[in-house]
């Protein structure tokens, strides 16, 4: 109960930062950055408390049930906002961010997915094949959010309806360069963690399943990162492509664990 504890407040946290976020959005005040990041920052100190206490008592990483998982997701998403955050000051970014951590944790609170079930025995190889992915889907996830903001403030400017709140919104330029940054950065991430799969995948059976998929993902995301200097698609496009392929990732991630066997723990027992 003291690891839940944990993880209510993280979730506690972030919507009181979503919240302030909105408000200070509502009131066109250009810094509120300052006041949203340290409820963010709380809310991913209440979170790694969690999974430490959770990895603690069961000896190995915590992504072995759905619960876990979703709290590992919502922990991903606030470290890769907390670093691009506090270079470019995205305030935005932040209130962006802070809802949908607060969703997916008191969702894995609430609903009834803490079913513990062991990691099968692949040593620590798998605890890093697991966090690798969760932390590019952490960093694709937050590149996806700086994408839809490009989009939301290119069609403003275009409209030519803009509006005094409009102006607490980062350049367009520097939402071109966390997309980038966090492209290249998930893109490392995630092919590190399919390598590792890999390998894992050479000392049992293969998981046709999961394996047509990842590598589906990948080279959705490598198209992404080619996009700019080999295919020269325009920026817009570019935003277009990331915030549609971060949510097929999303959509689809849960139902192939559910087909996969060699994945199914992380979905818990049935």
């Not at 609170?109 to 990691?119: E, S, T, V």
């Not at 700086?146 to 005094?164: C, M, N, P, Q, W």
Request: some cysteine; hydrophobic content about 55%; overall charge positive.
């Amino acid at each position: 109960m003291g690891e839940r504890l944990w993880l209510g407040l993280a979730g506690f946290f972030a919507f009181l930062g979503a919240l302030r976020g909105a408000y200070m959005l509502g009131s066109r005040f250009r810094r509120c950055g300052q006041l949203v990041d340290p409820f963010l920052l709380a809310a991913w100190g209440s979170q790694s408390l969690f999974l430490y206490l959770r990895g603690r008592s069961i000896g190995h990483c915590p992504i072995t049930n759905l619960l876990e998982t979703l709290a590992f997701l919502g922990w991903a998403l606030l470290l890769m906002y907390l670093l691009v955050g506090s270079a470019y000051r995205f305030s935005v970014l932040g209130f962006c961010t802070a809802p949908v951590v607060s969703l997916l944790d008191f969702a894995a609170l609430i609903a009834p997915i803490d079913r513990a079930k062991p990691l099968p025995k692949l040593g620590w190889l798998l605890e890093v094949h697991g966090t690798a992915l969760l932390l590019a889907y952490g960093a694709l996830g937050i590149g996806a959010v700086a994408a839809i903001l490009y989009l939301f403030e290119d069609r403003t400017l275009k409209s030519r309806h803009v509006s005094g709140w409009f102006y607490t919104f980062p350049a367009l330029g520097d939402l071109l360069a966390v997309q980038r940054r966090l492209l290249h950065v998930g893109f490392v991430l995630l092919t590190a963690g399919l390598f590792v799969g890999v390998l894992l995948s050479t000392r049992g059976s293969w998981d046709w399943v999961k394996l047509f998929w990842s590598v589906g993902v990948w080279l959705l995301y490598l198209v992404l990162v080619c996009a700019r200097g080999i295919f020269r698609w325009s920026p817009r496009r570019i935003a277009q492509g990331m915030a549609c392929g971060f949510l097929f990732v999303l959509l689809t991630f849960w139902l192939i664990n559910g087909w996969s066997r060699a994945h199914q723990f992380w979905m818990g027992p049935v």
